[in-house]
């Protein structure tokens, strides 16, 4: 089947530290790719995305690349701040007649 | 000029009523879609409506029934509510399935 997995949290960070949170799937196509953030008593608001192997996406300092040969998009960004406390989920779509597939998310807790 | 509004945003209700949650969107989005995320930020697919028609109906109890009167809306009705119900219940629209989503601020459902 199609599923995601992602790293468990939760993570906790100084402010500025570099910050990777892993994701890998499984997909019997050639999937889309997303990372979704939530912030406390919200709802999800997409963060990056990339349709095709190779494709990075980019956002508010946030990048991950769609590697084939990996099977992953691992999230990334330089330097965290207190305000990217929020859980962040990795979901995959096999495009036209599916749905998106969600991790389990991972939660991300930056301390001043 | 919300992009996907639900409501009511909380509803507290003892088990074995009827409830209604609404769900609208003015994004111009062909497909409307009903998740459920548990305690532990788990998010599951329940529904997926394209155009007025129903597209993805996952394992969900036949308690749950979803209505779309317009592809600008829909509608959660659940019947004989049970204490395993308690979740927070987020309505998605995308413009293609598959693409990005956008997600309303979600429900949250105590049945007690």
């Known amino acids: 089947g199609n599923s995601v997995t992602q790293m468990e949290g939760p993570v906790t960070l100084s402010e500025e530290a570099f910050l990777t949170i892993n994701c890998t799937y499984t997909?019997?196509?050639?999937?889309?790719l997303f990372w979704y953030v939530q912030y406390p008593g919200e709802g999800l608001q997409l963060l990056l995305k990339?349709?095709?192997?190779?494709d990075k996406g980019s956002n508010k300092g946030f990048e991950a690349t769609y590697r084939k040969e990996t099977t992953s998009f691992h999230l990334e960004k330089g330097s965290v701040q207190v305000s990217d406390s929020a859980v962040y989920f990795c979901?995959?779509?096999?495009?036209?007649?599916?749905?998106?597939?969600f991790g389990k998310g991972t939660s991300l807790l930056v301390t001043p | 000029d919300t992009a996907v509004s639900q409501t009511p945003k909380y509803l507290v209700t003892q088990m074995g009523n009827d409830k209604s949650i609404k769900c609208e969107q003015n994004?111009?989005?062909?497909?409307m879609y009903w998740y459920k995320q548990d305690s532990k930020k788990f998010l599951k697919i329940m529904f997926s409506?394209?155009?007025?028609?129903?597209?993805i109906n996952e394992t969900v109890p036949n308690r749950f029934s979803p209505k779309s009167p317009d592809k600008a809306h829909l509608n959660l009705h659940i019947n004989s509510l049970e204490l395993g119900d308690s979740a927070v219940y987020f309505c998605?629209?995308?413009?293609?399935?598959?693409?990005?989503?956008?997600f309303g601020s979600g429900t949250r459902l105590t049945v007690v």
């Open positions: 998605a629209s995308s413009h293609v399935q598959g693409d990005g989503y956008t």
């Open positions: 409506y394209n155009n007025k028609e129903l597209i």
């Open positions: 997909a019997t196509g050639y999937p889309s």
């Open positions: 990339a349709t095709k192997a190779d």
């Open positions: 994004l111009g989005h062909d497909t």
């Open positions: 979901a995959l779509t096999l495009n036209s007649g599916y749905a998106l597939n």
